[in-house]
């Protein structure tokens, strides 16, 4: 009787960067994983544009080479990596593990894995979940505000000494 599959899934919230030096860091972990395994593998990537285009490769250099500006950003990914064997007519999954990001989601950021082996499994899930959390930016918007925070109640100061010449002024000469 063969051992049952282990799968492993971790989703997140976060903000995060992911340019071609994390991009290409990401794809090295899981090399190492899969080569430490004995496992041979395919990397595919899918990437949904803003505009529903969607472009699929096995080429990472392809994939850092979409024109993913403001106008047209990459809105979901998905990186698979993936050890298959041919039974029959089947394709069989053996080993996977598979990252995602959907701007759509509040969950945004999600790694699965799935292997015969639990331990390779979490193992890889941990790995690449901490690299992900390492392209976080953190507190993205919060210092932003924080640090403009002093505007509102200027603001409100300004517009209370402008109402008040506007009525006929201050007289500074009466006493209190």
Known sequence: MAAPRKRN?????????LGPDKLRRLVEIATESFQEASLDFDTHFTATLRDDREVTTDDIDELLSLDNTIRNPIKELQIEFVQRT????????????????????????????EADDGRWSSTLTSKMEEQLRRMSVANWFRPTIAQKLWVLPSLVGLAILVLGFAMGGFDFNRGV
């Open 86 to 113: 041919i039974a029959g007519k089947d394709d069989v999954v053996k080993a996977r593990c598979l990252v995602t990001y959907d701007s759509d989601d509040y969950k945004n950021l999600m790694v699965l894995t």
């Open 9 to 17: 899934r971790k989703a997140f919230t976060s903000s995060f960067v």
